[in-house]
């Protein structure tokens, strides 16, 4: 039978046990978990201090490769785009420091500008979704008002090959406008998406494999029957965008500047529907052109942005380029090399300070020029 005194010693026993533990935890066991946790802590230090020194060397031959670029951006763009027209759209909330730069490396690369159309809010409010749906016809194909919204603007801004007119620097004149006529030209503007002069007037040595009108459809009216014109201001005047230039003379590529940073929405959780409606676009209008590059800063490239979403979408990457960093010299020298590739092979990359294509996109080997031989007249 357990007594009393076993109980004693059963509790001393435990509380022995329990002050053994604590002396040899304090002091014997504890020298060697002190001097693991050290080690640990000295290799952590280690590597962080490597992976700041890769850091810094890798941020090192940025800045040589940045300036580098920026020294040379004259020479790597010349007439790169020589003969090629683009238009440029911008997304709600993007950089316009970027739209501006793009137009103006577009003109050192002898492109035409045909115009800069800028998205509004309301493009992608869901309480306007119905608005939007009726500022286009119903004509247009789409399930929803936003592909169908799509579809009309790619309809009015961009069309397939054909020779645009001559570079005049950027898109500065004012919406629907036509240049005025120089000392002895016709009277009158030229039919809509005819080849011009500088001076706007018709070039009587150039060719189109378009009829007037220059859109989609190669005509001067619209899938609607509706001209690009029309169109554009119906969308205008309803509050959808704004327009500067004259994009509805129809241009062969279109360079889509992203929102800055993450997308903006009222509601986070429609962040990926606001992307989705910004990728459909982009790649409405590549359907119709002849290639789209989505371009942006390097915020845009990070999670909740439009180049980030849209480098995760599938099927969008087979279409569209993108450029990340279009902030910076070598960007804009990369959005415009990403034109030249997606002009001349079709092909979409997607490129930048973060783009898994590198930095710059290869440009297409220049074919020989073959000279015929003077026939055998003996």
């Known amino acids: 039978m357990i007594d009393f005194r076993y109980h004693v010693v059963s509790i001393i026993a435990v509380f022995l046990a329990l002050s053994v533990g604590l002396v040899l935890g304090s002091s014997f066991l504890a020298d060697f978990a002190k001097d693991d946790l050290n080690n640990r802590i000295d290799g952590l230090a280690r590597d962080a201090a490597a992976r700041q020194r ?3 060397a890798v941020q ?9 670029i920026s020294a040379t951006k004259p020479e790597l763009v010349a007439d790169k785009l ?11 909330d993007a950089d316009t420091d970027i ?46 008002s936003y592909e169908r919204a799509a579809a009309a603007l790619a309809d009015a801004l961009v069309h ?9 620097g950027g898109a500065t004149s004012t919406p629907g406008t036509t240049p005025p006529p120089s000392a002895g030209a016709p009277s009158g503007p030229p039919p809509s998406g005819a080849p011009t002069t500088a001076q706007g007037t018709p070039n009587p040595g150039a060719t189109s494999s378009l009829s007037p009108g220059g859109n989609a ?14 169109v554009l201001n119906r969308l205008k005047n309803a509050g959808f965008i704004e327009i500067k230039g ?18 903006k929405a009222s509601d986070p959780s429609r962040v990926g529907t606001v992307n989705g409606i910004y990728i459909g676009l982009s790649r409405t209008l590549d359907a119709s052109d002849d290639g789209t590059v989505l371009a942006g800063d390097t915020t845009s490239a990070q999670d909740g942005g439009t180049v980030f979403a ?18 910076t010299d070598a960007g804009q020298v990369s959005v415009d090399w990403a034109l030249v590739v997606e002009a001349e092979t079709g092909k979409s990359g997607q490129y930048g300070l973060t783009g898994p294509d590198g930095w710059l996109p290869a440009l297409p080997e220049k074919k020989p020029e073959t000279t015929e031989k003077p026939e055998n007249t003996s």
């Open 246 to 263: 004259n994009p509805e003379k129809g241009a062969t590529l279109a360079v889509v500047v992203a929102p800055a940073g993450p997308v």
């Open 82 to 92: 020589k003969g090629k027209s683009v238009v440029l759209v911008n997304l709600p």
């Open 99 to 144: 739209t501006d730069e793009t137009d103006r490396t577009l003109a050192a690369s002898g492109a035409t500008v045909t115009g800069v159309v800028s998205l509004k809010s309301g493009w992608v409010d869901p309480a306007k979704e119905t608005a939007l749906g009726d500022a286009v016809d119903s004509d247009f194909p789409g399930a929803t």
């Open 160 to 168: 397939k090959t054909a020779t645009p007119t001559t570079p005049t």
């Open 54 to 56: 890769e850091r810094d």
């Open 310 to 327: 849209l480098r995760r979408d599938e099927r969008a990457i087979k279409s569209v380029s993108t450029v990340d960093a279009a902030d």
């Open 217 to 230: 459809n190669g005509s001067d009216a619209t899938a609607s029957g509706e001209t690009p014109l029309a």
């Open 60 to 68: 090192a031959e940025l800045e040589k490769t940045g300036t580098f």
